[in-house]
């Protein structure tokens, strides 16, 4: 089983700055590597698949790269819509697998 | 407009079953593979159960395929799951998820409906 390791857990940053969130795999995924995005209340929603390809509707701001064990998502611009939870997911092997995922709160 | 709408969730004793149902809408439902997800309080999220459109292959994550089954009904458009011998780990918000492709992540998930597993 593939494990996936996201950092940090809580990630606090002001309106308008940039987010950077990690996830590192146990073994490669390749590029079988997806972002979603939890707030309370609302159904999660797909953000990258692909490792870097956006889902559709997803604003420009958003933005991930890596293959392999390291992936990066990056939210420039944070707007207040985007304090959220963030999990990573491969879908390399089954079982597929999420991460722990990282809290971006509002500093 | 895809709509995945999520229900039979509720309060259960341990060793209690209940089936869960996915309704599903905007989209030719049996084209798609389909999951199931799981949040239980505080944690994250955790991969169920995936089924392929025509619900002939089911994957199952290896600590709950003896007590879950995934199935489907494509004449109805609903996603099913049935859980057996439920235990208070099973506690949980359940959300289906339809998928780009088989071991897909979901491109569109439904709100979930919350399972408690207690006495």
């Known amino acids: 089983e593939i494990v996936m390791t996201q950092s940090p857990a809580t990630l606090s940053v002001s309106p308008g700055e940039t987010a950077t969130l990690s996830c590192r795999a146990s073994q490669s995924v390749g590029s079988n590597l997806a972002w979603c995005q939890l707030k309370p209340g609302q159904a999660p929603r797909l953000l990258i698949y692909g490792a870097s390809t956006r889902a559709t509707g997803v604003p420009a701001r958003f933005s991930g790269s890596g293959s392999g064990t390291e992936f990066t998502l990056s939210i420039s611009s944070l707007q207040s819509e985007d304090f959220a939870v963030y999990y990573c997911q491969q879908y390399n092997n089954w079982p597929l697998g999420f991460g722990g995922g990282t809290k971006v709160e509002i500093k | 407009e895809v709509q995945l709408l999520e229900s039979g969730g509720g309060l259960v004793q341990p060793g209690g079953s209940l089936r869960l149902s996915c309704a599903a809408s905007?989209?030719?439902?049996?084209?798609?593979?389909m999951s199931w997800v799981r949040q239980a309080p505080g944690k994250g999220l955790e991969w169920v159960s995936t089924?392929?459109?025509?619900?002939?292959?089911?994957y199952y994550a290896d600590s709950l395929k003896d007590r879950f089954t995934v199935s489907r009904d494509n004449s109805n458009n609903t996603l099913y799951l049935h859980m057996n011998n439920l235990r208070a780990d099973d506690t949980a918000v359940y959300y289906c998820?339809?998928?780009?492709?088989?071991?897909?992540?979901?491109?569109?998930w439904g709100q979930g409906t919350l399972v408690t597993v207690s006495s």
């Open positions: 998820t339809k998928d780009r492709c088989s071991g897909c992540p979901g491109d569109y």
């Open positions: 905007g989209f030719t439902f049996s084209s798609y593979v």
């Open positions: 089924i392929t459109g025509s619900g002939s292959i089911t």
